[in-house]
């Protein structure tokens, strides 16, 4: 069945750097897009960025471009277990958030926004990360 699972997160300096994972499985990347969203405490869940399987175009939140960088290690040879990493440079206290991983069938620009994430039907569990001194 259709899994992600996130991994990576942790205790960071200001400035400092993290590199997440995603583990997705049981369906093809190709037809797919993965997502990449935060929630702080006491706000919204937001969009932090999107992968597009067919054709590895990449969109980010205003508040992370230039810092944060999304790709793909392809694992098995018919593209049906993939890691995917969210690379996050000169992080920010403000970054402090429950990262998740979450899959949808189509490109990040098929149906509704992506940062939104209504579309997205597979979600992993979360993975903590802290920016603090």
């Known amino acids: 069945q259709v899994q992600v699972v996130e991994s990576g997160g942790g205790l960071v300096q200001p400035g400092g750097s993290l590199r997440l994972s995603c583990a997705a499985s049981g369906f093809i990347l190709d037809y797919h897009a993965i997502g990449w969203f935060r929630q702080a405490p006491g706000k919204e869940r937001e969009g932090v960025s999107c992968f597009s399987g067919d054709d590895g175009s990449t969109y980010y939140a205003d508040s992370v471009k230039g810092r944060f960088t999304v790709g793909r290690v392809a694992i098995s040879a018919d593209n049906a277990e993939n890691t995917l990493y969210l690379q996050m440079n000169n992080l920010k206290p403000e970054d402090t958030a429950v990262y998740y991983c979450?899959?949808?069938?189509?490109?990040?620009?098929?149906?509704?926004?992506?940062?939104?994430?209504?579309?997205?039907?597979?979600w992993g569990q979360g993975t903590q990360v802290t920016v603090s001194s």
């Open positions: 979450a899959a949808k069938l189509g490109s990040c620009t098929y149906g509704s926004s992506w940062f939104v994430g209504l579309d997205f039907g597979s």
